[in-house]
């Protein structure tokens, strides 16, 4: 949970930053950044962790035998999409404009605004 969390980090040195909806904080999800190294989500409404963002720079992505990361190093939706294929419809967080698709063991999270982002309506 997320005051698990910060009790159990409020020993360490590492500077928190929390971000979240002033509109609508149970709605929507609350992000604590680590040092600007590590970004946890959790669930607005049960502060549960949903999930960990690390930026790892220069790990290469493979799918079937070929790089999944473009030269430029940025991945479009639908480059995952059209590697990876389908899984089941994303988790869409309306306050942060974000687009999270999922994979066991792996997720992207993408933001809507950004060129190249279309994201299947949800049916």
Not at 10 to 33: H, K, N, T
Not at 47 to 71: A, D, F, K, N, Y
Not at 90 to 115: I, K, R, W
Request: aromatic share 12%; with cysteine; net charge negative.
């Amino acid at each position: 949970s997320l005051w698990s969390f910060v009790c159990d980090i409020s020993s360490s040195d590492a500077s928190l930053r929390f971000v979240y909806s002033r509109e609508d904080p149970c709605g929507s999800d609350l992000l604590v950044l680590v040092e600007g190294e590590a970004l946890l989500r959790f669930a607005g409404s049960t502060q549960t962790l949903r999930m960990v963002e690390l930026p790892i720079p220069g790990v290469g992505l493979w799918v079937r035998s070929s790089p999944l990361v473009p030269q430029d190093g940025t991945l479009s939706f639908d480059e995952v999409y059209e590697a990876m294929g389908p899984t089941f419809a994303g988790e869409f967080d309306d306050a942060g404009s974000h687009y999270m698709l999922s994979y066991e063991g792996l997720s992207f999270v993408f933001d809507v605004h950004q060129a190249g982002a279309s994201v299947p309506e949800k049916s």
